[in-house]
């Protein structure tokens, strides 16, 4: 059982940034895929951007540029900095890990981006 929590959320202007951080329960270099993801008001779910163990992130079109993703193996912590955020960033985002098939969720941290 993979353990995971968020913080970093909050309230920011447009065009602001914030930097979420999420810590695991487990070794973070021993998990082969993290990522954040996200889900706005009356929206699926969706990826916003993920990490593998040798460090190669993968983006949402939405995300590029303007997103990074990274991991602390020494914190067990990932991190997901935010720049230039758009109200339609607006969403509560999740910490995922993968591992083995199974896929591992935090409780959330909510972002609101005000215009």
């Known amino acids: 059982q993979v353990q995971l929590e968020e913080s970093g959320g909050g309230l920011v202007q447009a065009g602001g940034s914030l930097r979420l951080s999420c810590t695991t329960s487990q070794r973070v270099f021993r998990i082969p895929s993290m990522g954040w993801y996200r889900q706005a008001p009356g929206k699926q779910r969706e990826v916003v951007a993920t990490?593998?163990?040798?460090?190669?992130?993968r983006y949402a079109d939405f995300a590029k540029g303007r997103f990074i993703i990274s991991r602390d193996n020494v914190a067990n912590t990932v991190h997901l900095q935010m720049n230039s955020l758009k109200p339609e960033d607006t969403a509560v985002y999740y910490c995922?890990?993968?591992?083995?098939?199974?896929?591992?969720w935090g409780q959330g941290t909510r972002i609101t981006v005000s215009s």
């Open positions: 990490i593998t163990d040798s460090e190669t992130g």
């Open positions: 995922n890990a993968l591992i083995g098939g199974e896929a591992y």
